[in-house]
């Protein structure tokens, strides 16, 4: 008897975002099958129904139900299931949703580069990938360079141009080391089973980072615990024979690893400076725009933002969505009781992240439609 699936996944292998829901449906085991949205039907019924902003990851349930946007898929799944990936103590609530923000928006500068900065390495691959979305016309080779290309164009706006390579590279190369580190001792972020974090971190880590020919022999070669983690969040089960002691829960007592902490202490250096001056860039940006009507569309970016990290100053596409997402770890953290705050606020000033529950858009931010939008 063939099974039917009940929800569709409309998504991509290639898709960074797509990597984040899917392994959410994989470790909920919910049943689903993936489907690229290049077909009529998705066009006519799906696209309507999600804002018409075609992006990836998108799922349409049973009943026509569609939600787009990896964040909101989650978060009715969660809803709906008991919040069976969400942590219930303060610190580790904390961390679950920050490395979400991380994995969404803070890793895109490796990522993109990764992707589009080794042309000997990845070029048929990406080639193949780009084509296979696009619908099935005489035309799709071509169509499919044109995406390709757009692309590559778009990666420079994340602040990956020749001059900030080196750096890019070189932080990168250190995280994979934090990561290997943390996970040699732990099989998840926050010990024996995934947490919203660590779909977050998918998205960058499996769909661009994990998978591309080129930042894949990387992580194999140099970082085999990282790509076991990987290999872990793609898989049904738990997936953790290495640690035979490991319990499939959070560590007791709201505990978090010493290696976490030094995770996040790199990952500071990058993400810090750039939500700063991020803010800074979209709040001059809403007090210029004050004429915006409650639930217009959240564009992609308003410009770029320049800081410095290490030396160097980097120009970035200043995106509101990360302080969508950021606000979710601030709002968490508003509902703490005061001796939790101050356990939270203890712990992110070890790793250098205190700043990021005071970083903030004068403007809130909301979904309507599907679509993410100004409040």
Not at 79 to 93: A, D, E, I, L
Not at 121 to 136: A, C, G, I, Q, V
Not at 218 to 245: C, T
Request: net charge negative; charged share 25%.
């Amino acid at each position: 008897m063939t099974k039917t699936n009940t929800i569709k996944l409309y998504g991509s292998a290639l898709s960074l975002y797509a990597g984040r829901a899917r392994s959410y449906l994989i470790k909920a085991g919910i049943d689903y099958s993936e489907v690229i949205p290049n077909t009529p039907y998705y066009a006519k019924t799906v696209l309507p129904k999600a804002g018409g902003r075609q992006s990836m990851p998108t799922i349409e349930l049973a009943d026509g139900t569609v939600v787009r946007d990896g964040a909101a898929i989650i978060d009715y799944f969660e809803n709906t299931s008991g919040h069976g990936f969400s942590p219930s103590s303060p610190k580790q609530r904390i961390l679950s949703l920050l490395f979400d923000v991380i994995g969404a928006e803070g890793l895109l500068r490796p990522a993109m580069h990764y992707r589009w900065n080794f042309a000997e390495e990845n070029l048929k691959y990406l080639e193949f990938h780009f084509e296979s979305m696009m619908p099935d016309t005489p035309d799709r080779k071509e169509r499919g360079l044109a995406a390709a290309n757009r692309m590559r164009s778009a990666a420079i706006g994340f602040g990956v141009v020749p001059s900030t390579m080196q750096l890019v590279e070189t932080l990168y190369a250190e995280l994979m080391t934090k990561l290997n580190n943390h996970f040699a001792q732990q099989p998840y972020l926050l010990g024996g089973k995934p947490c919203i974090g660590d779909f977050g971190m998918m998205a960058p880590l499996y769909g661009h980072l994990g998978r591309d020919p080129k930042p894949l022999a990387m992580m194999q070669q140099k970082a085999i615990r990282l790509f076991r983690w990987v290999e872990r969040m793609n898989r049904p089960d738990a997936d953790m024979g290495e640690f035979a002691s490991s319990e499939a829960d959070y560590l007791p007592d709201d505990k978090v690893a010493s290696t976490l902490i030094e995770l996040l202490k790199h990952i500071a250096i990058d993400f810090i400076p750039e939500t700063r001056a991020a803010a800074d860039l979209i709040n001059t940006w809403l007090s210029e725009h004050t004429d915006l009507e409650p639930n217009t569309q959240l564009p992609r970016g308003v410009g770029n933002c320049e800081f410095e990290m290490r030396g160097s100053k980097i120009s970035a596409l200043a995106q509101p969505y990360r302080f969508y997402l950021l606000k979710r770890v601030q709002d968490e953290f508003a509902g703490l009781y005061a001796a939790d705050k101050l356990e939270v606020q203890s712990m992110l000033s070890a790793c250098n992240m205190s700043e990021i529950l005071d970083i903030k858009l004068n403007r809130d931010i909301g979904r309507h439609n599907n679509l993410e939008v100004w409040a």
